[in-house]
């Protein structure tokens, strides 16, 4: 048995899905199957009770199995913080790549005091867009990472910490001129004919803004990409073009001639510390803790 077979087995109690379950722990359905197959031997047990296709039954057994699983594996994720204050020595280079809101959010700054107030521990932080830096942590050339939530789906759960830091809210960014600004609750049907300048894709901000106009079974008519979110702002100058954009990350570049208005119903999103769970070390755990500690006023609902 390993604790990897008890993270996969909780991830199907809670999901009550086999399709769900497999990947969220990014296993096929076959190799899901097949470690569900040999926990159930090792125990000598039924876990799920399969014989209804449509819908899944934990068995009386698996409940007690996941409720020991949970302890087993909050003891497990303990013992390896713990032990990581006994891998490595304090001096220490931690490498973290971040996509391009680091000015914006107070990253920067924040991980500049850590390096005055820690200067053993160096923190060496690397921009780059958000497809290179997941591959980057993927392939054990950074220690830990800063995404948003939609980019952190791409690791497993079971593999990776992820930890929230800051909460963003979606925006609508337009020129004072803009017919919209005139809309009280403005909704994605209200933007189905709106040319909008986005950022690109693997932004982080582009994959939800074409998830919710599909949700309303719509595309969005982009006309413009720019990695650079000061380019997006020039292109407004148009009154029939707008931009969607994360609140405090546009924020700096906003001037007198825009307007920002919310989504309704209202849009979320989460920019996380993600590293991997089996390498964390002291310096890493630090870092991080000092990061939610001086960022956890940063979140919009508080702003």
């Known amino acids: 048995m390993r604790i990897t077979d008890l993270e996969a087995f909780i991830q199907l109690y809670r999901l009550q899905s086999f399709t769900k379950a497999a ?3 990014h ?17 000598n047990v039924e876990l799920v009770d399969t014989s209804n296709r449509r819908q899944i039954k934990i068995t009386p057994s698996g409940k007690v199995v996941y409720e020991h699983a949970v302890a087993m594996v909050l003891q497990y994720q303990q013992m390896m913080n713990e032990l990581s204050l006994n891998r490595d020595n304090l001096d220490h280079v931690l490498h973290i790549g971040t996509i391009p809101v680091a000015g914006q959010y107070g990253i920067a700054s924040c991980i500049n005091h850590f390096n005055h107030q820690y200067p053993r521990i160096r923190v060496q932080l690397q921009e780059n867009n958000g497809d290179a830096i997941i591959e980057q ?14 980019q ?11 930890l929230p830091l800051v909460t963003d809210q979606l925006m609508v960014l337009m020129n004072v001129a803009n017919p919209l600004r005139r809309v009280t609750n403005l909704t994605i049907d209200d933007l189905r004919d709106t040319k909008i300048a986005s950022l690109p894709v693997g932004s982080g901000v582009y994959e939800p803004i074409v998830k919710l106009f599909q949700q309303c079974g719509l ?9 650079h979110i000061e380019t997006l702002i020039g292109i407004l100058s148009n009154p029939d073009t707008v931009s969607i954009l994360f609140k405090r990350s546009a924020a700096p570049f906003l001037n007198d001639q825009l307007v920002m208005k919310p989504l309704v119903p209202e849009v979320r999103s989460q920019l996380q510390f993600v590293y991997p769970e089996r390498r964390g070390t002291y310096q890493l755990n630090h870092l991080q803790a000092y ?8 979140n919009v609902a508080d702003s």
Request: charged content about 25%.
């Open 137 to 150: 942590l993927q392939a054990g050339q950074l220690d830990a990472a800063i995404l948003r939530d939609t």
């Open 219 to 227: 595309t969005p008519n982009v006309v413009f990409q720019s990695s």
């Open 291 to 298: 990061l939610l500690e001086h960022l956890a006023g940063a």
């Open 27 to 43: 296993l096929s359905q076959s190799d899901f199957s097949k470690r569900l197959r040999a926990l159930q031997d090792e125990l």
């Open 23 to 25: 990947q969220r722990v």
């Open 152 to 162: 952190t789906m791409a690791f497993s759960e079971v593999e990776y910490q992820k």
